[in-house]
Every structure is written in structure tokens, then in C-alpha cells.
């Protein structure tokens, strides 16, 4: 009966930490082989893989294996042991479901075999069973222990930058000032607290130290402000939903913390967005990132102030991008030579609805102010020509003239239709 099972020989290993003691996959398969030799079995298939077995259906190599032998391909498993099979209820159920088909006449383990007979497939499922017992028990012991860690004021995983994980002598992992990056931390607490650094100053300042992780890698910006706001450099933290008092060393004091938060929660001053309608038609030609602009003020000897709009890279992909500004009366005269010079496609049905919609408004407001009679769609026989045929020549004189007199928003609305984009570089307006 033996030699006419088909068997597939099945081993596993677990990555994770539960099942370290298991023995390794080539160990598993070495000693099943001997077995083999010693028993005469008629192996047909070798199959190995490295994944948990507490969920069911994870593991791809074990699930086509339960599709092979439904086909017909095997009807034996040989195995080190039954949890290398299962060890939750889903699996098993598999198994015994294709032993009750008569598909799986056995399954043998280095020590034990089972048949398609009621009081082996009962001790397989038990065995199975304990497995999955020994899997839950352990994930309630696990976070038992974490609890009980917490409770004595040690927290649970990896220090926080500025402290180091230390084994005591009870083998207890103890969280204790990093020498050579504690002091950095609480300078920077101070500074922000007391001279209202931002977090790019901070980051400004770790990079002319030298300051950088245990990973030797400079500190992000988001992880200096997640850093800042960390409740356990004070001596407390939490896990979970609850609070616990610290045991290590706190690096800086409550009042201290306090403040910084203070200084983290002002609000910036509210400034009126500023509309500059030339930021979607170019891009930095250095870095390739998005472009900004502000505006600067000037007071003139003889009173007055002059206003000045500067566009230049926002430095969202590179922060140190040392491409130079330019003015917008610069880049509008930059691009109406490219217009002149044939190089700005448009969009011409737009711009000339936008075009008869102006005319529409002025003739409406010469109606209203010199009492004229207005009837819509009464334009100049010159004007009405123009429009229906969507004449280019017109379009592009239409452009320049809001480019040279037209308001922001009508800038805005007119760039929004030009279909050319380009690159700020130099000082110089190019096509991309």
C-alpha cells in the first residue's frame, strides 16, 4: 500500500521570531530523505518555502500543493512534523477535508504517520491544534509582557533618537541617554523654546554640526518636528491607549516641552493669498521643480513705495536650488518676443470667447453710462467679423494687450489658454 502512495515531500520555516528553534529547511529535508531511503517511499515532488503558517491561504506553495493533490498529482505529504503543515484551523481543515475525499491517503512526519482512518485524522487534528493553541497563547503572553514592561516605565521597542537600548543584567532591555547625541536634542529643545527656532533652522543647524542618526543619515524635517512634539523625552510616553510614567532619564523638563509646544502651535501671520499668474506656465530649469514669486517693496527717496514681483524656484524638489530670480516685467517682455517670434501656441476658440465676452462688458457699460440703447449680440461689423472667424492674429494681439495692461486675474485667465510651457533658467524665459 505504501509504494503506491504518491508523495510530496513538504518543508517549512517560519520567518518570524515564534518558531526560531524550528529546524532549518535543508535540515528538515535531509533527515525526511533519510526516512525515505530507509522506508522505500516513492517521492515525486520536493517543495519548500519560508512563510508563517498562522493564517490560512498565505502560503502559495502549500495551497498549490492542496490544488495538486485534489488533481491527483500526489496523495501522500511527508512532512518534519504537523505544525510545518498548519498551525491555524483553516489549513487543517483542508487537509482532513481531502482525506474525507480519499484524495490524501496519509500524511507522514519523521516519528508519526497518519492515515484516512477516524483516530488518526482525530490525533492529526489535535496535534494541529496544540499548534494553533501555542500560536494564540503566545500572542496573549507577548502583549501581557509588553504590558507589564509599560507598567515598570520601560517602553517597549526601539529608543528614540537621542537614547540607546542597553540590556541589564536580568536580560531587560533599559532605554538610557545616548552620550554622543543627547546633548544635540536638548540644544534643540532650547532653541526652539527660547529663541523660537523653526524646523528648518534646526535642520540647518544639524547639517553645519554634522548631527545625524545611528543609520548615519541627516534627521527630515518631519521627523525633527515629530521629535519635538515626543512626550517621552520629558519621562513620559504612551502605548497603546494608555499613559505610563517613564523610568529612563528624561532629557528635558516638562516646563521646557511645554513651552515648545507653545512655540510649535503659533499661528503664522495670515497674509492675503497673492495670485501671480505666471507660476503654471514655467518650471525651474535647474531642477526641473514648480516656481514661486513674492513681492517686494521699495520706498522711493521722494515718497511713494515701488512694488516689485520676483519669480524664482519654490524648492520643492531641490532645497538648496540656487536658480536666480527674475522680474515679471522681465518675463512678460521675455514672453512677448517669444510670442512675436511665432514660438506660443493658444488656444484660439478660448481666448476669442474670453475676447467677445470683454466687448459684451464694454459695450454693456457704454449702454449704461452714455444711455445708448444695448442689444446683445449688436457688436461693430469689424468687432463681429473677427470673432466668428476666430481670426489668430487677433487672438494674439488680444494676449498681448492683457499682457502688457490687463489686471491678475485677466493675466491668469489669458496664460491658462497658452498651451507652450517653459523653463525658467538664467534669468531667461525658454521654451521646454
Known sequence: MTETIKYCLYARKSSESDERQTMSIGS???????????????????????????????????????????????NGILTWAPDRLSRNAGDLGSLVDLMDQGKLEEIRTYSQSFKNNPNEKFLLMILCSQAKLENDNRGINVKRGLKAKCEMGIRPGVAPIGYSNVLNNNRISEVIPDPER??????????????????????????????????????ALSKIYSTLKNPFYYGEFQYGDEWYKGIHEPLVTKQLWDKVQQQLQVKPKTWHKKKFPFKTLCICGSCKGGVTAEERYKKLKHGGINKHIYYHCARSVDYECDEPYITEGDLIKQLLAHINAGNVKIHKTKLAKKLTKDIDRFHRLRSEVLHQEYLTGNLDELENSAIKTNDSEMAINYLKHILKTGSTDDRREALGMVKTKFVLKNRGLKLK
Do not use: C, P, Y
Not at 516513492?42 to 495538486?68: C, M, P, W, Y
Not at 544635540?184 to 540647518?204: L, N, P
Open 28 to 74: 528538515q529535508i535531509k533527515e525526511m530523505k533519510e526516512l525515505v531511503e530507509r522506508e522505500n517511499l516513492n517521492i515525486v515532488e520536493v517543495r519548500q518555502e519560508s512563510h508563517s503558517a498562522k493564517k490560512s491561504g498565505n502560503r502559495l506553495i502549500f495551497v498549490q500543493l492542496l490544488t495538486d493533490i485534489d488533481k491527483g498529482m500526489f
Open 182 to 219: 543627547s546633548w544635540v536634542i536638548q540644544e534643540m529643545f532650547k532653541r526652539v523654546a527660547e529663541r523660537g527656532h523653526s524646523g528648518r533652522t534646526i535642520r540647518k543647524w544639524f547639517e553645519e554640526i554634522g548631527f545625524k542618526t545611528k543609520n548615519n543619515k541627516l534627521l
